[in-house]
Structure formats: structure tokens, C-alpha cells
């Protein structure tokens, strides 16, 4: 039966070379006896679109023989929730660690080719680099788990000893009602945080990123901001520095779903530094002249209104910050009380 | 096909395949070869593909449950296969497991035909 031969050979090539000839033979066998059966029924041999019929329905010859090989998975049940998990963590550090550096490396090294815009860009690329990396890690850990068991007792304990009382606590609503935040919005925080600081960075000394087209306007007026501006300027770039690492930190602790009402206080105390800072500054002098000497008499009464102004203005804001720090510390201690009444 | 029909398709197929390996084991207490297996459970109503069937007799022999041996019968040359020892003693235990299983949802079936009956 010539059909039925080539259909042997061609399954014959996908299967595994020690076991080929046992498993053909087996196969050959157990057909040509229900050859023998349909024929004897029919009482006559099979017509060719018979018999392709007949091997039609016994399946593809790669699909039959891929039913003698072991079930294979590039990543199996056991570990491939523990490549979610690194594979999650990997792509969000790599996310801000390139951040971190195209913010720091860009701005120093002054090459024309080096853009800041044009090195984020790049962002998708690395992402899918380490996503291919921690994927080629955990298919190597897999075949080694299937072919040498024994070799990576620690991944087949991780499954088995686990800690119960190491369990997050129930994820709880917001007092408003709203969900915790979600890993995406963690690392979108801190993704964004790490940019910011970069733009930051880059402000002094390129104001158009502030001011956009009116620094050139600025440039042509006789003042400039007093060196205060500039003490405050680096408060807050540390301040932005110091909530991104308490953020990073609580982000690879886990502790990312509801951020501590306490950190979020201190983080709004801090925020008054600059505030207080800039209104210690002596003579409440925030603008002042490019050329004293000569515009004094021109522009002197100007420049006290406009001092005047940014001091009243600086003052109205520290009180509206410190009320809502006051306000947000007793809803705190109410719910701290409240609790503990319970 | 629709998607509740390839959902049904999923789950018969989940269904059977713990129960196509009881049957064999249980249909191999006496000796067959593949053909004569498929046969056999065919006329007892349990029809199985033969490119399921006989990748699962290997499996089961390679996992112990089954011995097997090359003889030739009606000039042919044919893989004879048969519970081993190893195989008789999980079979027992699978059977247990299945029969309580069987009781299980029988008993489920029964409540659930009571509770509807109560409600008419």
C-alpha cells in the first residue's frame, strides 16, 4: 500500500530518531490490521480516495507524531509564574533606570546627536530587549528543570514554601472610596517622577523649557530673579529626588498599592521648605535689576511692586499649604483615633 | 462553530481524557494490541482517535503502568500490551477514586433533581 508507506515515512521524519523505527513498526502494524478490517467489510481493496479519506481522519503526519513526543512548553506551569513576576519587575526597572540615566547622561554629555527627546524614544526597544533576556533566561532554567530536576532545588521550594503570614495584607478601598493604586500606575509615577527631575535638571540652563517663547521677551526686560530663586530651585529638584526613591523603594518592597498617609504628610511638610526659604530671603527681594546702577530710577518702583507681589503671593500659598497639611495631619489622627476606638 | 460549542468541546475533552486512561487501563487487565484496544473500547461505546490512543499506550508504559511485548500474530508482527504490577495497584486506586466520584456527582444530580422538584 504505497499511501500508506509514504504516510508512515512522513510521520516517521518527525519523530524522535531512537524511538523512529520501534514506533513505525508499532504503528504499521496496528493500521494494516484495520486496513485488513475495512477491506474485509467492504470486500474489496480501499479506492485511493478511500484510503486518503481514512489517513485524512487519522491526522497530519506532524500532529500524529508530535503525539509521541513529551508535552513541551518554552516556559512550563511551575515556572512561568515566577517569570511573570521577574519579567514585570525587570521591564520597570529597566523602564527607570534608563530614565534615570538618558536624565543624567544627556544633559552632560553636549553632543549634537544626543538628544534628551530622541534618547526616551529608545525606551520601547529597551523594554523589548530585557523582556527578550528574562524570557531567554527562564527557557534555559526550564530545559535544565526538565532535564536535570535535581539541579534547581530552589525554584521547585519557592512553589512549596511559602510563607502564609508573609501575605499582603486585604487590599483595602481608599477612604474616598476609589481602588489602591495599580502596579501600572506605580511605575508610571515613578517612570514620570524620574523625567520630571530630568526636565528640571535641564531648566537653568535651558529656560525656554519653562518660559517656552516668553524668555525671549524676558530676555529683553531689565530684570532677573535673585540667587534665592536658585536655592529654592535645588529644594525642590531634592525633594523630587527624595520622593522618588522613598517611591522606588516602597516599589520593590511591594508596598506600592496605598502609600503610607504618613509619607504623604511628610512629603507635603517638605513641600513647604522652598516656601519658607524663599520667604526668609532678605528685603523680600526675589526680582531684581540687570543693571542697578543705571535702571535704578527707571524701574526702582516697579521692582518694589513686583518684590511686594511675589512675597504676598508666596505667602498666600505657604497658608494654603499649611492649612491642608494641618487639615490632612487631623483627618489623620481623627482615623488614627477612630481605629483604635474599634 | 459557535463559541459555546468550541467551550463544550474544551471541557468533553478535559472530561475524557482522565477517563480514556482509566479505560485502558482498565480494558489492558487483558492483553491487546493497539487495534484490538481501540476496538474493543469502540464496541464498548468509547470511541478514541488512534493518534490518541496509541502515543497514551506508550506514555502509560513508559510511566511503569503497562509492559508490553513484540510477538507475532496472524503473521504479523504486533506490541502486545498489559497492566503491569505496577499498573494493577494504581488501577485499584484509581478506580476507588472514580467510583467515589462517580457516588459524589451522583449524589449532587440527586440533590439538585430534589431541590427542583421541591420548587415545582
Same mark, same amino acid.
Given at each position: 500500500m504505497e499511501l500508506l508507506d509514504r504516510y508512515l515515512q512522513a510521520v516517521k521524519k518527525y519523530l524522535p530518531l531512537a524511538r523512529q523505527e520501534d514506533i513505525i513498526a508499532e504503528l504499521r502494524a496496528n493500521m494494516e490490521a484495520q486496513l485488513e478490517d475495512k477491506e474485509a467489510e467492504l470486500g474489496r481493496p480501499l479506492l485511493q480516495g478511500e484510503t486518503e479519506d481514512w489517513l485524512r481522519k487519522m491526522g497530519s503526519p506532524m500532529v500524529v507524531a508530535a503525539r509521541y513526543q513529551p508535552q513541551r512548553y518554552l516556559i512550563g506551569p511551575t515556572l512561568f509564574p515566577v517569570y511573570w513576576w521577574v519579567l514585570r519587575m525587570a521591564m520597570a526597572w529597566a523602564a527607570i533606570a534608563f530614565v534615570v540615566a538618558a536624565g543624567i547622561v544627556v544633559p552632560l554629555v553636549?553632543?549634537? =546627536? @544626543?538628544s534628551l527627546l530622541g534618547t526616551l524614544l529608545q525606551i520601547p526597544w529597551v523594554l523589548f530587549m530585557t523582556a527578550a533576556w528574562v524570557t531567554a533566561v527562564f527557557v534555559a532554567l526550564e530545559l535544565i528543570a526538565a532535564r536535570?530536576?535535581? =539541579? @534547581?532545588p530552589p525554584l521547585a521550594g519557592r512553589a512549596g514554601g511559602?510563607?502564609?503570614?508573609a501575605l499582603p495584607p486585604v487590599e483595602r478601598r481608599t477612604a474616598d472610596g476609589h481602588k489602591p493604586r495599580s502596579y501600572a500606575q506605580a511605575v508610571a509615577e515613578i517612570v514620570f517622577g524620574f523625567l520630571v527631575v530630568g526636565w528640571l535638571l535641564l531648566v537653568p540652563q535651558n529656560p525656554y523649557l519653562l518660559l517656552g517663547p516668553a524668555e525671549a521677551v524676558l530676555q529683553q526686560m531689565p530684570y532677573r530673579l535673585a540667587g534665592v530663586w536658585m536655592v529654592a530651585y535645588w529644594w525642590v529638584i531634592w525633594l523630587n529626588v527624595f520622593q522618588l526613591g522613598w517611591k522606588s523603594v516602597d516599589f520593590w518592597r511591594g508596598a506600592w498599592q496605598e502609600p503610607a498617609r504618613a509619607q504623604h504628610l511628610l512629603f507635603k511638610a517638605f513641600g513647604l521648605v522652598p516656601l519658607v526659604v524663599m520667604l526668609q530671603v532678605r528685603d523680600q527681594l526675589y526680582v531684581t535689576l540687570k543693571n542697578p546702577a543705571e535702571q535704578f530710577a527707571q524701574y526702582g518702583q516697579t521692582l518694589a511692586t513686583i518684590n511686594n507681589s511675589v512675597h504676598l503671593g508666596l505667602m498666600v500659598v505657604t497658608a494654603i499649604a499649611t492649612i491642608q497639611l494641618v487639615w490632612d495631619a487631623g483627618q489623620w489622627a481623627y482615623a488614627a483615633y477612630a481605629q483604635r476606638a474599634v | 462553530m459557535t463559541v459555546a460549542e468550541n467551550l463544550f468541546e474544551n471541557l468533553k475533552l478535559e472530561l475524557r481524557r482522565g477517563c480514556l486512561t482509566l479505560a485502558a487501563l482498565v480494558a489492558l487487565r487483558s492483553e491487546h494490541y493497539g487495534y484490538t484496544l481501540r476496538k474493543d473500547l469502540a464496541e464498548r461505546g468509547l470511541e478514541i482517535e488512534e493518534s490518541t490512543l496509541y502515543p497514551l499506550l506508550r506514555r502509560l508504559e513508559t510511566q511503569g503502568l503497562l509492559v508490553s511485548e513484540w510477538r507475532e500474530e496472524e503473521k504479523r508482527n504486533k506490541r502486545f500490551y498489559r497492566l503491569s504490577p505496577d499498573g494493577e495497584q494504581t488501577l485499584a486506586q484509581l478506580l476507588a477514586e472514580w467510583q467515589r466520584i462517580n457516588a459524589s456527582i451522583n449524589g449532587i444530580l440527586g440533590d439538585g433533581i430534589l431541590d427542583r422538584s421541591e420548587r415545582e
Open positions: 553636549q553632543h549634537e =546627536k @544626543l536535570y530536576p535535581e =539541579k @534547581l511559602w510563607n502564609p503570614g | -
